[in-house]
């Protein structure tokens, strides 16, 4: 079974920086790109930040370009996305998500993490 | 990175067919065959309905199908039912290698 259990959410003051974590399993972690998409209260899906099976590509929506980095650690089958001067705007529930077919950047997502809430509040 | 456009809300009495529209420009919908369609329901985690325009992943009712003509893509629901009250995102592929989301349509099946 595919699960994909995010962690690293929570409560921080505008101008901080927080580090989410997505682990995976049940899939060959290795063969598929990986992104995280958020959602803002009482808003619409996003899509955030991607990067490819192997790690050497990455891909940022312009909102969060030069302040969030993404990245994975293949041997330990995890993606990071590390967010820096986060503001109220950043607040959102983050999910990260897995591409439907191996090697392929855009096609599709056919498996979601469950959501982590990250609240950017003084 | 402009979100594509999507009817705010649709609806339909059960047994209907709805279509949602999805308008992008040439550099992403009309542009590149990767659009997708999302169902949404609150709280949970969205499920892919659609993938590659047209092609639904297995396990997804054909009561659902994907079109495009020119920048707009479709989602048509066909013999609605209650539980497809749900939000609908339309997600494209861009020029800019990024990828963008329609800002969203809320299904109300009366």
């Known amino acids: 079974e595919v699960q994909l259990v995010a962690s690293g959410g929570g409560l921080v003051q505008p101008g901080g920086s927080l580090r989410l974590t997505c682990a995976a399993s049940g899939f060959t972690f290795t063969t598929y790109t990986m992104t995280w998409v958020r959602q803002a209260p009482g808003k619409g899906l996003e899509w955030v930040s991607a990067?490819?099976?192997?790690?050497?590509?990455?891909f940022y929506a312009d909102s969060v370009k030069g302040r969030f980095t993404i990245s994975r650690d293949n041997s330990k089958n995890t993606v990071f996305l590390q967010m820096n001067s986060l503001s109220a705007e950043d607040t959102a529930v983050y999910y990260c998500?897995?591409?439907?077919?191996?090697?392929?950047?855009?096609?599709?997502?056919?498996?979601w993490g469950q959501g982590i809430l990250v609240t950017v509040s003084s | 990175q402009s979100a594509l456009t999507q009817p705010a809300s649709v609806s339909g009495s059960p047994g209907q067919s709805i279509t949602i529209s999805c308008t992008g420009t040439?550099?992403?919908?009309?542009?590149?065959?990767?659009v997708s369609w999302y169902q949404h329901h609150p709280g949970k985690a969205p499920r892919l309905m659609i993938y590659d325009v047209s092609h639904r992943p297995s396990g997804v009712s054909n009561r659902f199908s994907g079109s495009r003509s020119g920048s707009t893509a479709s989602l048509t629901i066909s013999g609605l039912q209650a539980e497809d009250e749900a939000d609908y995102y339309c997600?494209?592929?861009?020029?800019?290698?990024?990828?963008?989301f329609g800002g969203g349509t809320k299904l109300a099946v009366l």
């Open positions: 997600s494209s592929y861009t020029s800019s290698s990024t990828l963008v």
């Open positions: 040439s550099s992403d919908v009309g542009g590149y065959d990767y």
């Open positions: 990067i490819s099976a192997s790690g050497g590509k990455t």
């Open positions: 998500a897995k591409d439907f077919s191996t090697y392929t950047y855009g096609r599709g997502w056919d498996q």
